[in-house]
């Protein structure tokens, strides 16, 4: 199972780290707190609360796409549902 350690912002899976974060990224962060607290269930509610004048669908989006972007270890990978409502890995 990935492991989401926030304390480090640093993202696992078994003893390969797959991603750390240098600089803050709160979207991606809320993405990866929320099955860190569910035990990594294959899909997640969209965890993004919802903010005046954005687009929620297109943030979701964006925030996936970003969350795929620079793994040291490509074992991981995030996808929306298709209707920006949920995300799912593999």
């Known amino acids: 199972m990935p ?8 993202l696992w899976f078994g003893s390969s780290v797959i ?3 240098k600089l803050p990224a709160p979207n991606q962060e809320r993405i990866l707190a929320a099955p860190q607290e ?6 997640i509610d969209d965890p993004l609360s919802p903010t005046a004048g954005v687009d929620s669908k297109r943030r979701l989006h964006d925030t996936v ?9 490509h074992l991981i990978r995030f996808a929306g549902d298709g209707n920006s409502l949920a995300i799912h890995w593999s």
Not at 3 to 10: G, H, I, K, N, V
Not at 38 to 43: I, K, S, T
């Open 3 to 10: 492991y989401w350690d926030q304390a480090t912002r640093m």
């Open 19 to 21: 991603k750390r974060f």
């Open 38 to 43: 569910e035990g990594w269930p294959m899909c």
């Open 65 to 73: 796409n970003r969350l795929n972007r620079s793994h040291e270890n």
